[in-house]
């Protein structure tokens, strides 16, 4: 079956360094999307990708999405604690909708 | 708007009692549903998935069964309890049929099996 990994697991920066998680599917993906988990929360939708080689930023956060639409990642600059959480992308190879989200990284953020 | 509702917020139970968590989606009609399970610090791992009533796919073998009686609710059920079974019950929902396939999540049941 399809499986989404994602690296790195996890991630301590000192606050204002930059972070990058990537995500990896097994399967060519028809979009992809990206939450946020704060720590004993819900994941919550960031954003979604849909066209090969998409670059989609939302202020600090920067998205790609792989030219083959096999792969992505999650830029963030300058980070800052309010950033600490678990951050998982999702794919959807089509089909019947089903969500498959990867394996998360998470980020600790050292004020 | 689309609400979900998920409960209870955390549950507590023996090594072989039965469980039952619900969710119920508010505001639309013939979503996708999911549950995911997520371990201390780890992934979200998706148990069943429904495109309709009474339509569930398992996606992980195990003492779990999940129902759909009704287009908007969606039961995960267990006869027996293991101590493995503990750890964060995550209720979704999406659009189906080709729309914006972004989930919604509900807020959780944090489930410790004793």
């Known amino acids: 079956g399809q499986q989404v990994m994602q690296i790195p697991q996890y991630q301590h920066v000192q606050e204002g360094e930059d972070f990058t998680t990537y995500c990896n599917s097994s399967?060519?993906?028809?979009?992809i999307q990206w939450y946020k988990q704060r720590p004993g929360g819900h994941p919550v939708f960031l954003i979604q990708?849909?066209?090969?080689?998409e670059v989609k930023k939302q202020k600090r956060l920067t998205f790609q999405f792989g030219e083959a639409k096999k792969n992505s990642s999650l830029h963030i600059t300058a980070t800052q604690t309010t950033d600490v959480g678990t951050y998982f992308c999702a794919g959807d190879s089509g089909g019947y909708q089903k969500v498959t989200f990867g394996t998360g990284t998470k980020l600790q953020v050292i004020p | 708007s689309q609400t979900i509702h998920q409960w209870p917020a955390t549950l507590v139970q023996p090594v072989g009692s039965p469980l039952s968590l619900e969710c119920t989606v508010e505001g639309t009609s013939n979503p996708n549903l999911y549950w995911y399970r997520q371990a201390a610090g780890r992934g979200l791992q998706l148990l069943f998935y429904s495109v309709g009533i009474g339509q569930i796919s398992s996606e992980v073998p195990q003492n779990l069964s999940a129902s759909r009686p009704q287009d908007r609710q969606f039961i995960l059920s267990s006869k027996k309890l293991l101590l493995s079974d503990s750890g964060f019950y995550l209720c979704?929902?999406?659009?189906?049929?080709?729309?914006?396939?972004?989930?919604?999540f509900g807020q959780g049941t944090r489930l410790t099996v004793v």
């Open positions: 990708l849909v066209k090969s080689g």
């Open positions: 399967t060519t993906l028809s979009n």
């Open positions: 979704a929902w999406n659009y189906g049929q080709g729309r914006n396939t972004e989930a919604f």
